[in-house]
């Protein structure tokens, strides 16, 4: 009750704010989005045999409402604040109701400079800072990314940047033939626990310079550094520099960007290292992009060299935590098990996402991806990938295909090295458009087969192969105005055996446990879509999920889910 006294005091306050600037003429407006929706979820199948503790049914479900209060003052200041009211399904009379904020920024513009703290969303290349999706979906199909949405929107993601606690600025300078951006940030991605963890601090800056239309150069710097106290244990500092070279004309982009990491990770007592392991290492991309003209083909050329020891958190840091145990039949085997997540749970779980900068290479799944897993900076690894793709003179007709192979540099517990070959296509077909219907007709498939190989070594141990192949595919259909039809499929097969690095708290690879794989995943969607405007919709849609898992004895089940969904946005 306290707390809600003090969210309530504190809007209060903002509102009173806000009239108080009405002498200066300030603008002040509201947006926000408002949700309710209800599951209905059943479990069968053989993880349920002689099981008579595990919860097999269940409902759920909440509302939520969004407000964001903007005001600003002038150029020079603005600010905006999201309130949260959310009530679990089940509550009555405002019980089991929470009251948060759940975002908050201060931004303006001095003169050319743009600030903005707070909340922050920070975003620069693959290398540097980004925040990367493992799934290849380029072309979703829409019942799926629906659902998607719903989990991405309540961990706040939002393309390929995260959101840290903390304050940017960006400049831009402008002359005869050339012009200069300047951008820098600083974030806290963990705070001191006042005993023997540090202050984690974040930061960032590029400059980039521009020479007429065509080229650009930039130099780009990211540290992920602790503030040292003195009971302090651990004690990171990583350090990333990297340059970059962008050269474009109407038919032809290139891209180079190279650069190198420093890391030390000690052990201290009483303040000084006792134990210190320090790395460096570097790595190479190279992208060039021609758009063939006439065709509507864009070709697309990539090789790459990131080092074994090349390190940087915040590109390498995995959106999924893996690990992480899914809200939906969480225990299994008479409750004493947590259900590992599986496709299915990526795309409706909300707490398999990840919301933390680690310094860790966090543990994942190979069925998933292999080649990738933490991104174009996954360290050890050099190859090349080749896609042929649509530009966007096809308005109708949407695709790419290409073929990536990869190797390891080194290899991983033993003299030989694993090899990566990684075929992927998808389209989108606007087939309403095409037709010339007066409704929406689309159809959607995405596909990605990996082949992970590694010979045996001179003891005859260590051979990997393991294959995956994903797929999804689906139909949108508007039978009548506003009201479409939904259907979709994702099927995942994995199939071999691999090898799970155990890392230590200095990310060093200490051992390795070997894991068989044979599963089969089947996700089958059907339901509908009310468009009530542009910014509401209803939505209605069953789930039948079929996991088939041949390792162990009991590890197949079914899921069976209802669920209906109202979205609205002002």
Known sequence: MKNKKIIFSSIT?????????????????????????????????????????????GIGGYNLFDLQNNIGVDSIFQASATYRVRGEFGGFFGSNTSMTFRQFKLSGKIKNVKYEIGDIRVQMSPFTVYNYNDMYQPYETEIFALRRSISEYENLNKGNGWLLQGAQIQDHFAFKNWGLGAYGFAARTSPTNEMNSSDRLLTGARLNAFFGNNLSVAANYVGLNDIDVESTVYSYHNQVETGEIKYSNKNLFINFEGGNSNTNNSHLVMGKADTSVKSNDYFADFTSQYKVENTGITLSINADYVGPYFSNPAAQ?????????????????????????????????????????NSVLSPYLHEYNNALPYGKATPNRTGASFIIASDTSMKNIHFEVGVDYLSEIFGEGTTERRTFLVTKGAALLELGKMMELKRKLNVSVNARMENTHRANDLSGGGSVQLS?????????YEIVKKLDILTGVKLLNAKGNEFNAVRNVYNVITNSTAVN??????????????????????????????????????????????????????
């Open 517 to 570: 794989i044979n599963s089969n995943e089947m996700i089958l969607s059907a339901g509908l879509q009310v468009r009530v405007s542009p910014k509401q919709a209803f939505t209605a849609q069953y789930n039948y999920v079929n996991y088939q898992n041949k390792i162990g004895a009991n590890n197949s089940y079914l899921v069976s889910q209802l669920f209906i969904s109202y979205t609205g946005k002002f």
């Open 13 to 57: 306050a903002l509102m009173i704010g806000a009239s108080g600037f009405s002498q200066l003429q300030p603008s002040f407006s509201l947006n926000g989005l408002g949700r309710s929706y209800i599951i209905n979820n059943t479990l069968t199948g053989d993880i349920m045999n002689n099981d008579t503790k595990t919860h097999d049914k």
């Open 468 to 476: 995956n192949l994903l797929v999804d595919a689906g139909i949108s």
């Open 317 to 357: 840091t995995r959106r999924i935590i893996d690990g992480n145990t899914p809200s939906l039949f969480k225990m299994v085997h008479d409750a004493t098990t947590a259900r590992t997540a599986i496709l299915f749970d990526r795309l409706t779980s909300e707490q398999v996402y990840n919301a933390r900068i």
